[in-house]
C-alpha cells in the first residue's frame, strides 16, 4: 500500500509558496515514511473556486487524510474541512507580523461541527500534521505501523545517548 502504489494518500496544500519552508517538514516526513503524497498551492482567498474542487474531489481521488497550512487569516484548512470529510490536519504557518499566533488561533478555533485537528505553530507542526496522518494510514497498514514503532525506538535510542556539559 505505502511502497507500491504511488497514487498520493495524503494531500498537503498551503496558502502560498511561502508557506513551503515550514510544509516542506510534512513532505520530508512522508517521504521518510513512504508514504505517496501529493503538495500543492491551494489559496483560499486566492482561489476559492480551485480550493473547493480540491477539497470537493479529495476523496474520490484516493486522498486519505489532508495536510493544509496557512499563515494569518489562516482559513484554508477550516474551509478544506468544510468541503470534505476527510481528516484535516492544520498547521499554522508563522506570520510577519504576530508570527503565527494568529494563524494558530484562526485554525485551532474552529466551530462546533467542522473539525480540524490542529498542530504546533512552524516546522514541528508540518512534521508532526505528517506523522499523524502516517497514524491514521497504520490502522490499516501492519508495515506502517512497524515503521512507526521504529520511529519511536529511534527516537528513544537518541534521547537516551543525549549528554549534558556538566560533570557529575
Ligand atoms: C497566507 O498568507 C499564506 O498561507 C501565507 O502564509 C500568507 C502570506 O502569503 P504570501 O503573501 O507570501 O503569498 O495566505
Not at 53 to 67: K, Q
Not at 99 to 120: C, E, Y
Request: glycine share 8%; with cysteine; charged share 20%.
Amino acid at each position: 500500500m505505502t511502497n507500491n502504489d504511488t497514487r498520493p494518500l495524503v494531500g498537503i496544500v498551503m496558502g502560498s509558496n511561502s508557506d513551503w519552508d515550514v510544509m516542506s517538514h510534512a513532505a520530508r516526513m512522508l517521504k521518510d515514511f513512504g508514504v505517496p503524497f501529493e503538495a500543492r498551492v491551494v489559496s483560499a482567498h486566492r482561489m476559492p473556486d480551485e480550493m473547493f474542487e480540491y477539497a470537493s474531489s479529495a476523496r474520490s481521488r484516493g486522498l486519505r487524510v489532508i495536510i493544509a497550512g496557512a499563515g494569518g487569516a489562516a482559513h484554508l484548512p477550516g474551509m478544506i474541512a468544510a468541503k470534505c470529510t476527510l481528516p484535516v490536519c492544520g498547521v499554522p504557518v508563522p506570520s510577519k507580523y504576530l508570527r503565527g499566533v494568529d494563524s494558530l488561533h484562526s485554525i485551532v478555533q474552529m466551530p462546533k461541527g467542522v473539525p480540524v485537528a490542529t498542530f504546533a505553530i512552524g516546522e514541528a507542526g508540518a512534521a508532526n500534521a505528517a506523522l499523524y496522518a502516517v497514524q491514521i494510514l497504520s490502522v490499516e497498514d501492519a508495515a506502517l505501523e512497524e515503521k512507526l514503532a521504529e520511529f519511536r525506538v529511534a527516537q528513544n535510542a537518541k534521547a537516551r545517548a543525549m549528554t549534558l556539559p556538566v560533570e557529575t
